[in-house]
């Protein structure tokens, strides 16, 4: 089985920062992207950015220069450094992936269980 785990959830303050860790474990073969979606009360659940294993990534309008996505390929995990943070990113963020596990040709979607970010003063 593959698991997500997220870590770095916390409540902060408006122009606070916060680091979000997300650990794959499990019998992988190969991870393609890796990235983080969020989801606020009553809103739709959006992309935030993402990472290859090449290292490029992609970011959504409202993070770019406040976001960072990081990537330890070695060690199976992301990373997501927020920086200037404010209300409007109070949201559960999810970490994703796109892998391939061991016994199968396919890759696959791959859901953490969320972590809650409240940016509040």
């Known amino acids: 089985q593959v698991q997500l785990v997220e870590s770095g959830g916390a409540l902060v303050q408006p122009g606070g920062s916060l680091r979000l860790s997300c650990a794959a474990s499990?019998?992988?073969?190969?991870?393609?992207?890796m990235g983080w979606y969020r989801q606020a009360p009553g809103k739709q659940r959006e992309l935030v950015t993402t990472i290859t294993s090449g290292g490029s990534t992609n970011y959504r309008d409202s993070v770019k220069g406040r976001f960072t996505i990081s990537r330890d390929n070695a060690n199976n995990t992301v990373y997501l450094q927020m920086n200037s943070l404010k209300p409007e990113d109070t949201a559960v963020y999810y970490c994703?992936?796109?892998?391939?596990?061991?016994?199968?040709?396919?890759?696959?979607?791959?859901w953490g269980q969320g972590t809650q970010v409240t940016v509040s003063s």
């Open positions: 994703h992936a796109v892998l391939v596990p061991y016994g199968s040709s396919l890759p696959r979607n791959y």
């Open positions: 499990g019998s992988i073969f190969n991870i393609y992207v």
